[in-house]
């Protein structure tokens, strides 16, 4: 079965610092994975999503990710974090083509100190 | 602004009573989909809905029933509901396709069950 698991369900970062945030997927086939940020009393917003056209996927508000196929990770990046980064981050595989089911993680809260 | 509106934000109801929430999108979106977040957790999937009709129901129970009139809306009837029931519900949106289409959620609504 199709799952991803987050590394770390609470990181904390100064402001200005790189901000990474682990995924590791497991899929017997290529898997369509996606990163999701939460706001408080938000739904859920795309980052960014990998479909196998480019390895190295660039999101919204400077973040990227990269798809290690060796590694089975999905890693979530940014160079320096801001303050308005703060928020839940889900890492998700879509486990279903057509109308598809989308399998979250467990969910990271990054926190971040001035 | 969201592209996926959802209603009522906030919701409180006795366990005998009816009420339902509502989602609309205007995306041209095929696949419809609803999901419960308790705090603290990821989404979990509760129905699909693909060219309105239901393609997936992860055994949710009977006093959850879901209505898609049309391309556009997606309902969930609520009734006789449980305390544990209380959740933030979200409603999202996709194309149809492959399973790389990304969802549009919508901010939720706050269901309290008293």
């Known amino acids: 079965a199709q799952s991803v698991t987050q590394l770390g369900s609470h990181v904390s970062v100064s402001e200005g610092a790189l901000v990474l945030l682990r995924c590791n997927y497991s899929s017997s086939v290529p898997p369509y994975l996606f990163w999701y940020v939460q706001y408080p009393n938000q739904g859920l917003q795309l980052l960014l999503k990998y479909t196998s056209a480019a390895t190295l996927v660039k999101g919204i508000n400077g973040f990227e990710a990269e798809f290690k196929k060796s590694e089975t990770s999905f890693h979530l990046t940014k160079p320096s974090a801001h303050m308005s980064d703060a928020a839940e981050y889900f890492c998700?595989?879509?486990?279903?083509?057509?109308?598809?089911?989308?399998?979250f993680g467990q969910g990271t809260r990054l926190t971040i100190n001035p | 602004d969201t592209e996926v509106t959802q209603t009522p934000k906030h919701l409180v109801m006795g366990m005998t009573n009816k009420k339902s929430l509502k989602c609309e999108q205007h995306?041209?979106?095929?696949?419809m989909y609803w999901y419960k977040q308790k705090a603290k957790k990821p989404p979990e999937l509760m129905f699909v809905?693909?060219?309105?009709?239901?393609?997936i129901n992860e055994s949710v129970p009977s006093r959850f029933s879901p209505e898609c009139p049309n391309s556009s809306l997606l309902n969930l009837h609520l009734h006789a509901l449980q305390p544990e029931d209380s959740a933030l519900y979200l409603c999202?949106?996709?194309?149809?396709?492959?399973?790389?289409?990304?969802?549009?959620f919508g901010n939720g609504t706050r269901l309290t069950v008293t």
């Open positions: 999202a949106s996709s194309q149809v396709g492959t399973g790389n289409s990304p969802l549009h």
């Open positions: 809905y693909s060219y309105e009709k239901l393609s």
């Open positions: 995306m041209g979106h095929r696949a």
């Open positions: 998700a595989v879509s486990v279903r083509r057509g109308a598809q089911k989308l399998v």
